[in-house]
């Protein structure tokens, strides 16, 4: 697997407005993207911050993955998104190691990209994604 750096930092937050508000006022950060994507139970924003970029998630309602997640945990640090050249061979090589994965197959990410994640329990506690742009 050959990985290009980190491509996000994903962030879940209880109000999508207010949390751009706030990286904007204190960090200058803009908008890249935004979209809502009800299948997913869940409206972020892509945001830059400098030359990175982070993800903020908001939840659409209480019964997502996103809504249970601030229930149980609150706002904050959600998961870390790898930039690899191809989804499917990180997944193939990642299970060939033994890893436990989320998803066993490449899906269609927020903003266009190819995804998939990784369980939590395979990388010390940090969920992570593999993202491709395509
Ligand atoms: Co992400």
Redesign the pocket.
Known sequence: MSVRGV??L?FAVADLDEAVSTYAELFGATVEHRERVEEQGVEAASVLVGPDRI?L?APTGDDTPVGRFLANRGPGMH?V?YEVDDVRAALADLARKGVELIDHEPRH??FG?E?AFVHPDAVHGVLT?V?CPV
Do not use: D, P, Q, R
């Open positions: 491509h996000h994903g993800e998630l998961h998104a990410g927020l990209l995804v994604e993202v």
